[in-house]
């Protein structure tokens, strides 16, 4: 049996304060960037009345432009391959046993726990001996840009994606999976028409999270960028060592709203995840609806 006390007088007033300056500390910078990204005055700290000219200016930069883009092809890019491989990973962990699965396990949880730096100075030292070889060995001259980028997000997203996934995997029933299996369907169709309809939330919400990661790393990113290959985040960095304008003003705040409907709609769907309906056994009927050849044979075999 549990209780909660509720603070009274001077405590429950001290407690009220105390809430409002943490909201305060937290959202007041991010409400004076809004309000000064609509600016007309070229100084960041002073008020020179309403304007849209910066986020015109974000529209026509060339250079802003290009880097969005660069942004949204690493983002897609490795997303795509980042759910793939933590998806299948997940799996692995949390449905077969085999040797050095705790390693394994370890392992998928480093870029999580070690600093962004120390990640960027691994991938850096990789790039510079993986390059070399491929130069002395095959006479490439690989330099790096859009393709290491990738492979850096990949790295790190990975491990965020197996997490979402395992949690939606741990809390599922292996009953329904077990029903398909002995309904003498193949691993693939209990995959297919099983497993798999059941972590769609858990994938969608690790995709929406390794996105939003993506869209928004500056160390990592910065380490593994070359010439001609610069993401937002690192374009903006660069403007910002030479001054803040109302131009970085406008650009953070799109940023922002981005950054924002990519968490909020990756909790969404990792809120659903946790609340979803199980399917029925139809699925596991489904599994089995169009059986292969060797189903049939097993089938056969157990009549005669």
Do not use: C
């Not at 509720?6 to 409002?20: E, F, N, Y």
């Not at 529209?59 to 299948?88: D, F, K, M, Y």
Request: hydrophobic letters at 50%; proline letters at 4%.
């Amino acid at each position: 049996m549990s209780s909660t006390v509720q603070p009274r007088g001077t405590t429950k007033i001290a407690l009220t304060a105390h809430s409002w300056l943490v909201y305060l500390f937290f959202f007041a910078p991010i409400f004076v960037l809004i309000v000064f990204s609509f600016s007309d005055d070229r100084n960041v700290g002073r008020w020179g009345g309403f304007t849209l000219e910066w986020y015109q200016d974000f529209v026509e930069h060339s250079q802003l432009q290009n880097a969005v883009w660069v942004s949204i092809r690493v983002a897609l890019l490795s997303t795509v391959i980042s759910v793939v491989l933590g998806t299948l990973g997940a799996l692995a962990l949390e449905r077969f046993k085999f040797k050095g699965r705790k390693v394994f396990d370890a392992l998928l949880y480093l870029p999580i726990i070690i600093p962004d730096v120390t990640m960027a100075v691994m991938m850096l030292l990789f790039f510079a001996e993986f390059f070399e070889i491929l130069d002395s060995v095959f006479g490439w001259d690989v330099q790096k840009g859009l393709g290491s980028i990738t492979i850096s997000h990949i790295a790190f997203n990975i491990s965020f994606v197996s997490v979402v996934v395992r949690a939606r995997l741990a809390g599922m029933s292996e009953v329904l999976e077990e029903a398909a299996l002995d309904l003498y369907a193949t691993r693939w169709k209990t995959f297919r028409y099983v497993t798999f309809p059941q972590i769609v939330p858990g994938v969608a919400g690790g995709a929406l999270l390794a996105l939003t990661l993506s869209l928004d790393d500056v160390v990592i990113t910065q380490f593994a960028a070359g010439p001609g290959a610069t993401t937002l985040p690192v374009f903006v960095f660069g403007l910002i060592r030479r001054g803040v304008t109302p131009l970085i003003n406008a650009t953070s705040v799109l940023m922002l709203a981005a950054s924002v409907i990519l968490v909020a709609l990756s909790l969404a769907f990792q809120q659903f995840s946790g609340r979803g309906g199980r399917p029925s056994l139809r699925a596991a009927r489904e599994a089995v609806s169009a059986p292969s050849t060797t189903n049939t044979q097993i089938k056969e075999g157990i009549t005669q």
